[in-house]
């Protein structure tokens, strides 16, 4: 087991400490920058030729037109029926959880009169159209795929495009089978920042969108960000994070396999452990060392939890509220007696909260209901998990009755003159003269 980092907030040098474990900046690297640039203009300008030249490089899949990279509909379903009937159960399962959490998000049109008869209200639409990009690289996520596409097609959404990386021509079957139950319209055999572009911009082939969702590499992250304002996009996701609240009282084997289900994800992903009990951190510390050798994905774990990972040990659980919502993480699992008195107590920045010692992250990975894409990196701060909302937009109602745009008018012009705006006084003052 490495050697996880142990702070205590009693030390002077504690926030300080805590704040350099905490940075992390997805796409700060120029050269990566660099090289996604120039992958958006190859593909903005050359399209599909573009879309095939990058296939080959970077996923060693030559084809000899475009039309090859879309994966035909009946390929999903096919999936769907090949797939072992306990697997296809368990999609389907997650599906209709995840699809029952997204109906109760949906936003409504709405209305209201003022006395002079004048109408004010909000219309909900859908988007057009949506891509979602899925990984394909070390790891497959039907999960992703589910996460992301039963909310756009909760909101309405009546084309979602799904580009994923097929390395070396192969496809995963669990992938493409929750393509077909989440009711995805397109499959192209595409990803990195070539998918993106291809999304953003539209080619010959692929249908350009309104906007992308999707986790991905650093090279998806960058090129996320260099196409928002083109499309809009769900937000620039950093690698996963769990912090546990403890008061020492869950078993301590647990709460290991809880902080390596975050480990395993990669190198770069955070697990951090918050209790007031030291010798409860210490139990949990043996647990590690003792089930690491079990994990498949051991390598992975070690080093996450080397570089990132933290046993912090705290002066009493309201330390821990303070100290949570400082690290604002994705996933904040509340392992106590009482997760509804530390919520009630000022919790305010986690994208998803697990109340209790039998809520796992795991289950809000896959099955629970709620959206698994959260903010990360701190983001929590100040925005909230993937849901129906993202897929619609709201457009503003404004009707005037005679006796309104009169009143409304007289008002719209004299803060029009204030600010020298003349064109509009006199439009505003026309409706009541």
């Known amino acids: 087991m490495p050697e996880i980092k142990r702070l205590d907030s009693r030390d002077e040098r504690f926030w300080s400490e805590l704040d350099r474990l905490l940075e992390w900046e997805s796409v700060a690297d120029h050269g990566v920058r660099a090289i996604v640039d120039e992958i958006l203009g190859a593909v903005r300008g050359e399209g599909d030729a573009a879309l095939l030249r990058y296939t080959e490089r970077f996923d060693r899949l030559s084809l000899a037109s475009a039309g090859e990279l879309e994966v035909p509909p009946e390929r999903l379903h096919q999936a769907l029926e090949r797939i072992p009937a306990v697997q296809r159960d368990a999609l389907e399962q997650a599906a209709r959880r995840i699809r029952r959490y997204a109906e109760q998000q949906r936003m409504q049109d709405w209305v209201i009169e003022e006395p002079d008869g004048t109408l004010l209200g909000q219309r909900v639409t859908p988007l057009d159209s949506v891509g979602l990009y899925v ?9 992703s795929v589910l996460m992301n596409a039963i909310p756009a097609k909760v909101a309405g959404v009546p084309l979602l495009v799904m580009v994923v990386p097929a390395p070396d021509g192969e496809l995963n079957d669990m992938v493409l089978a929750a393509a077909a139950i989440a009711g995805v319209n397109r499959v192209f055999t595409l990803g990195g920042a070539q998918a993106v572009g291809a999304l953003a911009y539209g080619t010959q082939t692929v249908p350009g969108v309104d906007k992308i969702v999707g986790p991905g590499n650093i090279f998806v992250a960058a090129a996320k960000r260099e ?11 950093g690698p996963s994070e769990i912090l546990v609240v403890c008061d020492g009282q869950t078993d301590p084997d647990w709460i290991a396999a809880d902080l390596f289900s975050q480990a395993e994800h990669d190198e770069q992903a955070q697990s951090i452990l918050l209790s007031p009990d030291a010798g409860f951190l210490d139990r949990v510390a043996e647990a590690m060392d003792r089930l690491l050798q079990e994990m498949p ?9 080397g570089d990132r990972g933290a046993l912090v040990r705290v002066r009493d659980m309201d330390e821990a509220v303070r100290v949570a919502n400082h690290i ?26 697990f109340m209790g010692r039998y809520t796992c992250e795991a289950v809000g990975d896959y099955c629970a209901g709620p959206n698994h894409v959260l903010p990360t990196s701190r983001t929590a701060r100040f925005s909230s998990p993937l849901g129906v909302y993202d897929f619609q937009k709201r457009s503003s ?20 003159r204030g600010e020298g705006l003349i064109a509009h006084a006199r439009s505003a003052e026309m409706r009541g003269e």
Not at 227 to 237: C, H, K, N, P
Not at 333 to 349: F, K, N, Y
């Open 227 to 237: 196409v928002f304002g083109t499309v809009g996009i769900d937000m620039i996701a």
């Open 135 to 143: 990984p394909g690289g070390k790891a497959a996520y039907p999960s």
């Open 328 to 353: 604002a993480p994705e996933h904040l699992e509340l392992s106590v007696a009482d997760p509804q008195r530390l919520l009630d107590a000022g919790l305010r920045h986690a994208g998803a909260v």
């Open 397 to 416: 109602i404004i009707q005037c009755s005679p006796e309104g745009a009169a009143e409304l008018g007289r008002t719209a012009s004299v803060l029009a």
């Open 297 to 305: 994905r051991e390598e992975i774990i070690r080093a996450s939890l």
